[in-house]
């Protein structure tokens, strides 16, 4: 079985700190995906970025970056600079395939908050 | 137009009534799922679909049912809801890839309300 855990429930932070989310997971499968999604106040789901296991390159995009681990299972992101819209419930998620499946594991989110 | 778009966005209702949710797509995805929200928790996956003839049952599919209706549209139904189905429901699609897991790509949500 898989299982995704964000241990930060909420952060707060003042803008222009940078934050950094941890994302740790569990799977026995050799062959699998990481996901971040955002959720802004409005509800939707935001696909950020998608790393398959066999790419341990660290990533990044603007203010983002992400630093994939498999010695210690880790997934983690960093907001460089963070600003008020960025406050968000951000969930790590990570899918293995079956046959031709490709379910989704969900971590229970952390809530990041952004002030002025 | 919104990519993934779920019908309706808010739905108040009471204990035993039938309510379906719907979910249509433009992406041209084969792939289509239904997931809940509870607050503080992540998504759980209820049902999902490979196809117009495959339906899968998810993590917590007691008490919902699914039908996929064409490849554009997938819906879920509670035949009887009770409070305890009260959530945020999302519909998500995903492109067929055998060698990578495409992203899943969500509506904006359904707000369920049951009392």
Known sequence: AQKVTQA????????????????????????????????PPSGELVFLIR????????????RYSWNFQKSTSSFNFTITASQVVDSAVYFCALSVSTGTASKLTFGTGTRLQVTL | DADVTQTPRNRITKTGKRIMLECSQTKGHDRMYWYRQDPGLGLQLIYYSFDVKDIN???????????????????????SAIPNQTALYFCATSDLDIDSNQPQHFGDGTRLSIL
Do not use: P
């Not at chain 1, 930060?8 to 990481?34: A, F, H, P, W």
């Not at chain 1, 790393?51 to 603007?62: A, K, L």
């Not at chain 2, 998810?58 to 554009?72: C, K, N, P, T």
């Open chain 1, 8 to 39: 930060q429930t909420e952060i707060s932070v003042v803008e222009k700190e940078d934050v950094t989310l941890d994302c740790v997971y569990e799977t026995r499968d050799t062959t699998y995906y990481l996901f971040w999604y955002k959720q």
């Open chain 1, 51 to 62: 790393r398959n296991s066999f790419d341990e390159q660290n990533e990044i995009s603007g």
């Open chain 2, 57 to 79: 049952k998810g993590e917590i599919s007691d008490g919902y049912s699914v039908s996929r209706q064409a490849q554009a549209k997938f819906s879920l139904s509670l035949e």
